[in-house]
T-cell receptor, first 112, second 112 residues
Framework: QKEVEQNSGPLSVPEGAIASLNCTYSDRGSQSFFWYRQYSGKSPELIMSIYSNGDKEDGRFTAQLNKASQYVSLLIRDSQPSDSATYLCAVNSLYNFNKFYFGSGTKLNVKP | SQTIHQWPATLVQPVGSPLSLECTVEGTSNPNLYWYRQAAGRGLQLLFYSIGIDQISSEVPQNLSASRPQDRQFILSSKKLLLSDSGFYLC???????????FGPGTRLTVT
């Protein structure tokens, strides 16, 4: 079992819709969770961090964390074509807080 | 503000040649530093991380090595490159364990 799992996609949504990206993780004691956006050929860019159960909103982005279900999600409201990218979920290691596990990413396509 | 630099941006090297990639961080002190590799269309593979000068942990046994000669400098090296070393090499820094990681622009390495 991989430490962090994401659906590879592609996930296609029309412009203006809500995109929902999901991630599950295996280390129950993980404390820190992050979403990164990676455009083709570029390095990952941090979008959101979340540390506590519940929702965290930042502009059009909302991160949701459910530690009991070992599940973290990212919602993108009013999706724009510029949101088309691969979204990576990252979780810190229960056994080594200096170490992070990354999912393989979900490719999002926002159609105009 | 903090800035992370990587060079070179692209590199084409023959099999069996040596490698040296450099990463420097500005605007912070005693950062955690990381080297990742991303193969085409794949997720991030953690290669090395460092929590201080001369404190380096290797995650994947291979023909690569890392050094941290100064607090904000991280170097990835190889004595003899393999075809399988091709990929997108990313350096990242973090203010401490469990905190978010910030990535440099990356080095795209092609081994021929």
């Amino acid at each position: 079992q991989k430490e962090v799992e994401q659906n590879s996609g592609p996930l296609s949504v029309p412009e203006g819709a809500i995109a929902s990206l999901n991630c599950t993780y295996s280390d129950r004691g993980s404390q820190s969770f992050f979403w990164y956006r990676q455009y083709s050929g570029k390095s990952p860019e941090l979008i959101m961090s979340i540390y506590s159960n519940g929702d965290k909103e930042d502009g059009r982005f909302t991160a949701q964390l459910n530690k009991a279900s070992q599940y973290v999600s990212l919602l993108i409201r009013d999706s724009q074509p510029s949101d088309s990218a691969t979204y990576l979920c990252a979780v810190n290691s229960l056994y080594n807080f200096n170490k992070f596990y990354f999912g393989s990413g979900t490719k999002l396509n926002v159609k105009p | 503000s903090q800035t992370i630099h990587q060079w070179p941006a692209t590199l084409v090297q023959p099999v069996g040649s040596p490698l040296s990639l450099e990463c420097t961080v500005e605007g912070t002190s005693n950062p955690n530093l990381y080297w990742y590799r991303q193969a085409a269309g794949r997720g991030l593979q953690l290669l090395f991380y460092s929590i201080g000068i001369d404190q380096i942990s290797s995650e994947v046994p291979q023909n690569l090595s890392a050094s941290r000669p100064q607090d904000r400098q991280f170097i990835l090296s190889s004595k003899k490159l393999l075809l399988s070393d091709s990929g997108f090499y990313l350096c990242a820094w973090s203010p401490g364990h469990s905190y978010e990681q910030y990535f440099g622009p990356g080095t795209r390495l092609t081994v021929t």
